[in-house]
Nanobody
């Protein structure tokens, strides 16, 4: 079992920055691909930033160049630095991990075994 807890959400104005953290505990040695997902009100949850065990990153076009995902395997923590935030970034943000693959083969929510409860990010114009 792996437990994940997000922190760092909040309210910012457009153009601002936030850094999210995701602390993991339990069988952290089993964590492979880790990712950040977000779910705007009334919409589906979608992944947008991923990092594998060897720190290779991938991003959705909507956040590329603005968001940076990183992980510290010694601290069992995943991070998301978000710059140039826009109102359309408003959503509940979730971190997730899979123990089934060390690589980020799939961005589907079904590919991830363990999830945090989420942290709200609100961007005002």
């Amino acid at each position: 079992q792996v437990q994940l807890v997000e922190s760092g959400g909040g309210s910012v104005q457009a153009g601002g920055s936030l850094t999210l953290s995701c602390s993991t505990s339990g069988d952290t040695y089993r964590t492979g691909c880790m990712g950040w997902f977000r779910q705007p009100p009334g919409k589906e949850r979608q992944g947008f930033a991923f990092i594998d065990r060897w720190l290779t990153t991938t991003y959705a076009d909507s956040v590329k160049g603005r968001f940076t995902i990183s992980r510290d395997n010694t601290k069992d923590t995943l991070y998301l630095l978000m710059d140039s935030l826009q109102p359309e970034d408003t959503a509940m943000y979730y971190c997730a991990t899979t123990t089934r693959s060390m690589y980020c083969d799939s961005w589907s929510t079904a590919a991830f075994d363990y999830w945090g409860r989420g942290t709200q990010v609100t961007v005002s114009s």
